[in-house]
């Protein structure tokens, strides 16, 4: 019997910078450079991301196993797409409607938001050949977020075995192969882009990759959360891609724990991409005093409010809950995991934009753009969460909040929703997550 230690695989990831992208290929990275020999050969594993996404990255290498190596590309700085994104901003805008005025402009919005600069698109294809060239003796697998297309034409160009990482739910393979999508094509900002991306010598067009031949298609959800349909057989469902996480504890933060222990809590948390208006700020201040009120008689809530530029709004709030609210927490950042403060057993709503991931929680949902008009109609249809905005979509209304508040906090429906909740997160758990990412890659890299 030989003695002699297996080769090494090279496993690259790729994905943007930005979280909603980054933190799954964190996550399965993080995994996978804690495998033991019974589990995986040795393993080199690279991400490339633009420079925003090193200091997150060069945590991974500290605890890695011995086994295992990171090593970190980078792209420079996020200068890929259109002054649309660059600005930190989302646009807020309806869902698409054909005979609305102004009821494509999510379409519009979307080619705008992903009509990368044609030049720093090719500068970043060329870069990321290069480092596929100093990858030696050769790349086994590489995992790509489908908001990194230039990183799927070089891994074409280059002949590397590739396949889908990302952050949506399994249904958005099938978005991408439409008929022709004309309307979006002809966009001036994807024409140019493809002008571009033709000089260079790439072939198809950027948005038309046939995902269904593919090795792997791994996506963020399981079936339970999805509409009915029946997937490409390459499509793997783990559900939620995240790094296990301790429950909230005193001993690691005990002011926010003793907060939680007080009674039943409401997380409120729209994301770091959402930015307030004074009119939002009221509508949910509003909503809160008047569910609060309304529940008295059956047991009162308490609400986590995680409220971007809070500063601006100081002073319309301590009219509203005075100088220090009892019930009311609102920080401009909450400091512990999300899935960590979501675990206590005291949260019994959370509020959210629509793309968050069940953690036996029932969610209200306030979407104001893209997709997530969907995320939230599924995850009412599901039966685990609201949609709270249903007919003032890219807006919030107070008393639409309030009564979501109510549902969720009511001995009827409330109970319903928590059952719904904690069913679809046993099914998220038995999509096995990061170890489900690992697997997959393992195998297509041992092709």
């Given at each position: 019997?030989?003695?002699?230690?297996p080769d090494a695989l090279n496993i690259v990831f790729i994905s943007l910078s930005v979280s909603g992208q980054l933190n799954i290929h964190l996550a399965s990275i993080e995994h996978m450079l804690t495998l033991g020999p019974s589990e995986s050969p040795p393993l080199n594993i690279h991400l490339i991301s633009f420079d925003p996404a090193e200091k997150r990255a060069r945590t991974l290498a500290a605890s890695a196993s011995p086994r295992h190596s990171f090593t970190f590309h980078g792209l420079g700085e996020l200068t890929l797409f259109t002054e649309t994104s660059q600005n930190g901003t989302i646009d807020r805008h309806r869902p698409a409607e054909l005979f609305r005025k102004d009821g494509l402009k999510p379409y519009t919005y979307l080619a705008e938001l992903f009509g990368y600069n044609p030049d720093h698109y090719i500068r970043a294809y060329e870069r990321i050949l290069e480092i596929f060239r100093e990858i030696k003796p050769k790349i086994n697998v590489a995992a790509v977020d489908t908001t990194m297309p230039m990183a799927m034409d070089a891994c074409t160009t280059a002949g590397i075995h590739w396949g889908v990482l990302c952050p949506n739910s399994g249904i958005e393979l099938f978005k991408h192969q439409q008929p022709r999508l004309e309307g979006f094509w002809k966009h001036?900002?994807?024409?140019?882009?493809e002008v571009r991306r033709s000089k260079a010598g790439i072939q198809g067009r950027v948005f038309n990759k046939s995902f269904q031949r593919l090795p792997f298609f791994i996506c963020s959800s399981v079936m339970e959360m999805e509409f009915p349909h029946i997937p490409s057989p390459n499509v793997v469902f783990p559900g939620p891609i995240?790094?296990?996480?301790?429950?909230?504890?005193?001993a690691t933060y005990p002011d926010l724990t003793a907060f939680f222990d007080r009674k039943r809590t409401v997380i409120i948390n729209l994301g770091s991409n959402f930015w307030y208006s004074h009119e939002d700020v009221e509508s949910v201040a509003d909503a809160i005093l008047d569910a609060q009120q309304r529940c008295q008689e059956k047991g009162s809530f308490q609400v986590l409010w995680k409220l971007n530029g809070k500063k601006a709004f100081e002073i319309m709030l301590e009219k509203k809950f005075g100088k220090q609210s009892d019930t009311v927490r609102i920080d401009e950042w909450i400091e512990p995991d999300t899935l960590a403060v979501l675990q206590h057993p005291n949260v019994v709503a959370f509020v959210n934009h629509g793309g968050a991931s069940n953690a036996g929680v029932p969610q209200i949902l306030l979407p104001q753009w893209l997709d997530l008009y969907e995320y939230a109609v599924r995850t009412e249809w599901l039966g685990h969460g609201i949609y709270a905005n249903k007919g003032h979509p890219?807006?919030?209304?107070?008393?639409?909040?309030?009564?979501?508040?109510?549902?969720?906090?009511?001995?009827?429906?409330?109970k319903i929703l928590k059952a719904k909740s904690l069913e679809i997160a046993e099914a998220c758990r038995r999509g096995g997550g990061v170890q489900t990412v690992a697997r997959t890659l393992l195998a297509a890299a041992t092709i």
């Open positions: 019997m030989s003695n002699k230690m001036p900002a994807i024409r140019a882009l995240l790094v296990p996480v301790p429950p909230l504890s005193s890219a807006e919030i209304v107070a008393d639409q909040l309030a009564d979501a508040f109510l549902r969720v906090l009511s001995d009827d429906e409330g």
